[in-house]
């Protein structure tokens, strides 16, 4: 097993996002920064619980243009936010519908925010506002207009620091250890709910601390839907299969997949693994510093074209990585976003190599000034056989 990487983070950690937020909220004229969602919440706090599964509170903290956060929170996480790096953390006993908190908020904006001063919400793709409509038309009535803020937590949290960095390196290597375990636990007669649920123990085994993201699929010869949910289908000889999942340490992600083909595999299925393999060389061969996100895309996409492609509907071909199993940017064809150093990145070539047949391929990596580093371990270069 993987040796176990540090939990939590250094108050270092969370004085240099809060200064570097603080400095990009003065260059865009911001007095103050509102967020309301678990991963913006965790950034700025270390605030970490699955509490969040629930619905029926609010949460919201505030970044002040100087100084720490303020926790804006329900009085059931009061001991928990207590053990954080935040000081200032002002409760109420929600839930309570009729004022869920938007007095304590509306209270805790004006302190901080001077009457003509701009207040900033993340507002673009990627994000959201986590409470109640009604209850935000009524901040929203006591400020005016908000500005929008998504560039800022966009950049923030693309580029890791060191410390969050680790917590991907070991998840990867956890998540490495269980792919490598798997054709030693599945075997035909399985069904793919059993498969399923045996791959998901073999991850918690290796360490990971959960396992929110799992998908996949068999098929006799080919796979057309790699993210639905397990069936009662019973695997057979000659069939493929696709895991693909995102795990957690400490709240951080893999996300990556393997594929597999049980006794045998036919000269096709051979190949179009090797062509989202090579398709991955090619996409691991453009990033660095400086290279755009459309780029790595379109050096995937030439090998998968030249590989008889039938086309890629899904939209892009792999994505940021860090407290969500999915972040900024986005591989596209369009995207253009600047790679830099210290990104933590998946690259995910699809490939639909006959009609209703489709061969993904990904592997997670944290860029570095000379290149990319993978944080996965690579795949085998041919279609393994169980």
């Not at 990009?24 to 270390?46: D, H, I, K, S």
């Not at 995910?348 to 993978?374: D, F, I």
């Amino acid at each position: 097993m993987a040796h176990k990487a540090r939990r939590g983070f250094s108050n270092q950690e969370f004085e240099n996002r809060t200064r570097r937020c603080q400095a990009m909220m003065a260059n865009q004229g911001l007095e103050t920064l509102w967020v309301c969602t678990e991963p913006e919440v965790r950034y700025f706090t270390g605030f970490h619980t699955p509490f969040w599964q629930s619905p029926t509170r609010p949460w919201f903290v505030v970044v002040p243009s100087s100084g720490k956060p303020i926790a804006v929170i329900p009085s059931i996480g009061a001991s928990s936010m207590s053990s954080t790096w935040v000081d200032d953390i002002r409760t109420w006993p929600a839930p309570q519908p009729e004022d869920d908190g938007v007095t304590l908020l509306i209270d805790c904006l004006k302190e901080v925010t001077t009457p003509d001063g701009r207040i900033g919400l993340p507002m673009g793709p990627e994000t959201h506002v986590r409470m109640p409509l009604r209850d935000y038309a009524k901040v929203r009535a006591a400020f005016g207009e908000f500005f929008d803020s998504t560039e800022i937590i966009r950049s923030l949290r693309m580029v890791k620091s060191d410390e969050e960095i680790t917590k991907h390196q070991y998840i990867c290597s956890v998540v490495s250890d269980a792919f490598d375990a798997l054709p030693g636990i599945l075997n035909t007669g399985m069904t793919e709910r059993q498969a399923f649920a045996s791959f998901r123990a073999e991850i918690l085994r290796q360490g990971a601390d959960d396992v929110p993201y799992l998908v996949g699929a068999t098929g006799p010869g080919g796979i057309d839907d790699i993210i639905r949910q397990p069936s009662d289908r019973i695997i057979a000889q000659g069939d493929l299969l696709i895991f693909d999942t995102g795990s957690t340490f400490d709240g951080y992600f893999s996300d990556f997949d393997r594929n597999f083909a049980f006794a045998s595999a036919d000269q096709s299925a051979q190949d179009a693994y090797k062509a989202v393999w090579d398709a991955t060389e090619a996409g691991l061969a453009i990033v660095k510093p400086g290279a755009t996100t459309t780029q790595i895309f379109n050096a995937m996409n030439d090998v998968l074209m030249k590989n008889g492609s039938l086309g890629n509907n899904v939209g892009r071909m792999g994505h940021g990585l860090g407290m969500q199993v999915t972040e900024w940017p986005s591989h596209t064809i369009d995207d253009e976003t600047p790679i830099e150093e210290n990104m933590v990145l998946t690259l995910e070539p699809g490939l639909e190599w006959a009609p209703g047949k489709v061969m993904v391929h990904e592997e997670n990596l944290v860029v570095r000034s000379t290149g990319p580093e993978l944080l996965s371990r690579r795949a085998a270069e041919k279609l393994p056989i169980i």
